[in-house]
């Protein structure tokens, strides 16, 4: 990819508008988890360094466009931007009228956080003249929110088409650099983890990958579909009949290991009774909700045979501890190759911090839709317009 990078620009002086992703769980007020924000700090850190005046901007849930946020305070940034200054030692200021004819400039001292940008109205259908008020607020513009990326919206997208300059923060960069890593000239062999309810939702990032990969692990419901296909009863399972054939064609082309065994229980619940069963002997009334422990242990002596691993997705409902110990398998697994591994996907990243292997994972992706489009080989809106921009220049 060709696009500017933040760090080689001059920045002493400079309005530096980031576009971070500070779109963080709330209960009551207070963050449950800083992940994204302690991902944005060395961006921030960086264009500090380098003398800028820095202006941070970003969307918190979903608001409504247009209503003041005087009227839905649970989607403010205010606790973001107490966060910051803790992280940061530095005052960080939350700014609400930041659009209009005579925008409030940076501060010498200390940062700016613009208020959520999803109450402007226009931002989510990237109206240009939204987009040309948020360049009108810098010098130089910098895309650093992977997570927002696959959205052509006015502070991802827009924003950059019209700013003075427009560059990659060094948070994008490196997401993009370790997704082409494992997908572009991954070292071999390697595997691909795919998980989660519906063959339907990552049907695009199934047939991408099985063209990449080496081998394809298959969990959760999208393993039951293919289970089916193999002509197994799935049970009370979740499954999806009308991709069968899709699953069988996949099973024909791409080298897919099937679980042999599973965890089984009558109902999803933290008490459900599980039941070890081997998937030729399932009950009509049984619904899969992990693999065995044969499997897991099957997955893992594949997982130790790779050299890249891709991770989207657990095995099982993991949430529930007896239907947990397949995923858990795997994440240490993965954990324990010494070869490059890459891991996205908001329940993919939750498996890692319930089994505490974050540490040991190569690169942790902080995006999940961006991941599975950029994976199942579609273009990012955000990625594309700073690619154009360099192009012009």
Known sequence: ?????????????????????????????????????????PTIEMAMSMGAEVILMSHLGRPEE??????????????VAARLSELLRTPVDLIQDYLGPSPTPAAAEGIKLLENVRI???????????????????????????????????????VAKFAPIACAGPLLASEL???DQSLEAPE????????????????????????????????????????????????NSLFEPELVEVAAALLETTNIPLP?????????????????????????????LDVGPATAMNFAEIVGTMK?????????????????????????????????????????????????????ISYISTGGGAFLQYVQGAVLPAVQILEQRASKN
Request: glycine share 10%.
């Open 1 to 41: 990819m060709t696009f500017k990078h933040m760090e080689q620009l001059q920045l002493t002086g400079k309005r530096v508008l980031i576009r971070e992703d500070f779109n963080v769980a709330l209960s009551d007020g207070e963050i449950d988890n800083d992940t994204r924000i302690l991902a944005a700090l």
């Open 66 to 79: 247009g209503t003041p946020i005087s009227e839905q305070a649970r989607y403010s940034l205010r606790p």
């Open 120 to 158: 402007n109205t226009g931002e989510k259908a990237n109206d240009e003249g939204l987009s040309k008020q948020y360049a009108a607020l810098c010098d130089v513009f910098v895309m650093d929110a992977f997570g927002t990326a696959h959205r052509a919206q006015s502070s991802t997208c827009g």
């Open 177 to 179: 650099e370790a997704l």
């Open 188 to 235: 071999r062999p390697m595997l691909a983890v795919v998980g989660g309810a519906k063959v339907s939702s990552k049907l695009g990032v199934l047939k991408n990958l099985a063209t990449k990969v080496d081998s394809l692990i298959v969990g959760g419901g999208i393993a039951n579909t293919f289970l089916a296909a193999r002509g197994f009863n799935v049970g």
């Open 260 to 288: 042999t065994d599973v965890i089984v229980a009558k109902e999803i619940s933290s008490t459900a009774q599980a039941s070890t069963k081997s998937v030729a002997e399932l009950e009509d009334d049984d619904i899969i």
């Open 308 to 360: 890249t691993i891709l991770w989207n997705g657990p095995l099982g409902v993991f949430e529930y501890d007896q239907f947990a110990q397949g995923t858990r398998v795997l994440a240490q697994a993965i954990a324990d190759n010494p070869g490059f591994s890459i891991a996205g996907g908001g329940e993919t990243v939750a498996a890692i911090d319930k089994f505490s292997v974050t540490q040991a």
